[in-house]
């Protein structure tokens, strides 16, 4: 595909995707391929690949004699990247993140328990430098630099964990983390006790104590629920 095409391809996913996962096309609606071809101004080429890929994620099923067909929500893959972060952009938002950040809580702790025992020495170096990098751009309004270690920290985290399982979800992790940056579910500046207990967890996985860093890392989601509160009501 060109880069043109990509572009176009892109549009189209992602105009398609925002409006499944808002509502605007509910469950069992039709979308006709030369209707849209003819909205964005695509090939129908274009469309079909666009709908291949929201089959993928199981937003829709293309049946014979009716078209493409709007799934209901309960059969999406919610685990889906880009499923995230279209729900994310949306109306839904607040439950959408406490959702997210319930999962976290439940997995988060357990992986850093396990990194403790599992963790590399470069894994545990990776960890340190992630969280030293967060205390530098927790102060001053930098929160694009303060996302880019918090993802690479909780990536590490769950990565070192030696579960592959755990590991997948890395990229949720990081659309939770992004979207709550970009749509403002964050204070100006991260809360200092948050900043702080990162890099206790760094401490607590390269000193393998397993217990200390599943508690830590607990207090970090009951941390961010707390914020939903505030923030996100």
């Known amino acids: 595909m060109t880069t043109e095409g990509h572009g176009l391809h892109t549009r189209v996913l992602d105009s398609l995707g925002l409006a499944i996962t808002a509502g605007e096309y509910p469950p069992a609606s039709v979308l006709r391929t030369?209707?849209?071809?003819?909205?964005?101004?695509?090939?129908?080429?274009?469309?079909?690949?666009?709908?291949?890929?929201l089959e993928s994620m199981h937003l829709?099923?293309?049946?014979?004699?009716?078209?493409v067909t709007v799934r209901p929500a309960d059969e999406w893959n919610v685990y889906d990247p880009r499923v995230i972060r279209w729900r994310l952009a949306g109306a839904d938002r607040p439950r959408q993140l406490r959702s997210l950040t319930v999962l976290r809580s439940a997995i988060e702790p357990v992986a850093a328990g396990l990194a403790a025992r599992n963790a590399s020495?470069?894994?545990c170096a990776a960890l340190t430098e992630c969280a030293l990098g967060m205390v530098a751009t927790s102060r001053g309004h930098q929160l694009e630099g303060y996302l880019k270690h918090d993802i690479a920290f909780h990536r590490i985290v769950l990565s070192a964990s030696g579960n592959e399982m755990f590991a997948r979800l890395?990229?949720?992790?990081?659309?939770?983390?992004?979207?709550?940056?970009?749509?403002?579910?964050?204070?100006?500046?991260?809360?200092?006790?948050?900043?702080?207990l990162h890099v206790q967890v760094a401490e607590a996985v390269r000193e393998g104590d397993a217990g200390r860093a599943e508690r830590?890392?607990?207090?970090?989601a009951v941390g961010a629920l707390q914020e939903l509160?505030?923030?996100?009501?």
């Open 121 to 123: 020495a470069d894994q």
């Open 216 to 220: 830590l890392t607990r207090e970090i």
């Open 170 to 196: 890395g990229d949720v992790v990081a659309e939770v983390l992004t979207g709550r940056t970009h749509h403002q579910v964050m204070f100006e500046d991260p809360d200092p006790a948050a900043v702080t």
């Open 34 to 53: 030369d209707e849209v071809a003819q909205r964005f101004d695509v090939s129908r080429t274009v469309v079909r690949e666009v709908v291949r890929v």
């Open 60 to 67: 829709v099923e293309s049946r014979r004699r009716v078209g």
């Open 229 to 233: 509160d505030v923030l996100a009501p």
